[in-house]
Each structure stands twice: as C-alpha cells, then as structure tokens.
C-alpha cells in the first residue's frame, strides 16, 4: 500500500490534519504541519478568538432548501358573544314571595297545578304586581318559575283595562329577561307578550 511505498505517496495531495478537516496552523505539531495541506479559505478554520462561543452560532448542522416553510397558523377571530348566556341576577318576585307578600299559593290538582288566588284579581293593583310578576319569569327553578309565568297569564287574562297603564313599567323587566340570552327563559316571555 501507500503506508509501506513512500514513493506512491508522493503523487497524492496531502491528506487532511484529521477526520473533521484540517487542524490550524497555529494549533498543529510538527510532526502532523508536514502533511497538513495549506488551507485554501482561511475562514473556514478556526482561529484562537474561538468564534463560535455560544449554541445557534455558525453553520454547524444546518441544512439549506428551496422548499417553503409551514406557514404560521393565523389566529382566530374573536368571537362576539352575541348569543351567548348570561348571568341571570336575582329576581324581586323571589324576594316577595319568600316573605309572603305575595297572595298566592299552589293548588296540587292530579294532573296539573294551578294558582290558588288568596284575593280577587280584579281588585289587585296591578301597577305593583304585575311589574313583580314580569321580573319573575327570568326564574329557572320551581316553584318560582311556575308560579311566575301562570300569574302574569292570569293577571293578562283578567286584567282588562288595568294593564295598558302598566306597560311602561313592563319595558324593564322584559328587556332584562331578553338581555339573558337564555332560550328557554326568552321563549317564555315571547309567549307572554303575545298574551299581552
């Protein structure tokens, strides 16, 4: 081979300091600086400075292409929140009925429950009551809801020309209850305007 014939070595260009390239000249012995070839690019040997210090540094590992890269997923837009629930705050029909100040009671039948009227309808002043009646269909538990949505059927029922004096006080309690977004309690008070 080549090892034991120096003389056909002497046609091959000298071969590399090692594995990885050629050592500098500043680094190398003077046993490896006789077959070290002279660097054609002095950038591309390391110097005593050490350039690449730091990780992501020089061009190490790194690949090239022509290809495009995965583009970035674009955000989402913000959603609105048009339909969706809100809080329900506390009703004042609750307040009033749990203190008793309403005159109503529920009658158990068999098949069916009703409202057990403990005065006249007629002689109610609907200007107090009928307002209490309206803010309580945004109730969602019973007895509260029941109790709610037959007296203000009952009240519209019976109530004649009482009611159309009420109708402003009527504005706040049935847009706070279309301002809950909630399709059951909105389904319910859509029912009672058409009573009304």
């Known amino acids: 081979g080549t090892r034991k014939d120096p003389k056909a070595r002497k046609f091959l260009p000298p071969s590399a300091g090692s594995p990885f390239g050629d050592f500098p000249q500043d680094w190398a012995t003077t046993k490896t600086a006789k077959n070290v070839r002279p660097a054609e690019d ?4 390391m110097s005593k400075t050490r350039d ?3 990780a992501h ?3 190490g590992g790194s690949c090239s292409s022509l290809n495009k890269g ?3 997923p674009q955000p989402k837009a913000p959603v609105a929140g048009a339909f ?3 809080p329900i705050p506390p009703t004042e029909f609750r ?3 749990d203190r008793g100040d309403l005159p109503i009671a529920i009658r158990h039948l068999g098949n069916e429950n009703k409202i057990d009227w403990k005065v006249d309808i007629e002689k109610l002043d609907y200007h107090h009551y009928l307002p209490i009646f309206f803010d309580g269909l945004r109730e969602k538990e019973d007895p509260y809801m029941f109790l709610a949505y037959k007296g203000s059927t009952d ?3 019976k109530g004649g020309t009482k009611i159309l004096p009420t109708i402003p006080q009527l504005i706040i309690p049935m847009k706070t209850a279309l301002n809950t977004r909630d399709t059951t309690i909105i389904g319910r008070i859509l029912k009672v305007i058409q009573r009304l």
């Open 42 to 45: 002095p950038g591309l040997t």
């Open 155 to 157: 009240l519209l029922e």
């Open 57 to 59: 540094t020089g061009m």
């Open 70 to 72: 995965r583009e970035a």
């Open 84 to 86: 969706k629930k809100r």
């Open 52 to 54: 690449y210090k730091h």
């Open 95 to 97: 307040r009033f009925y």
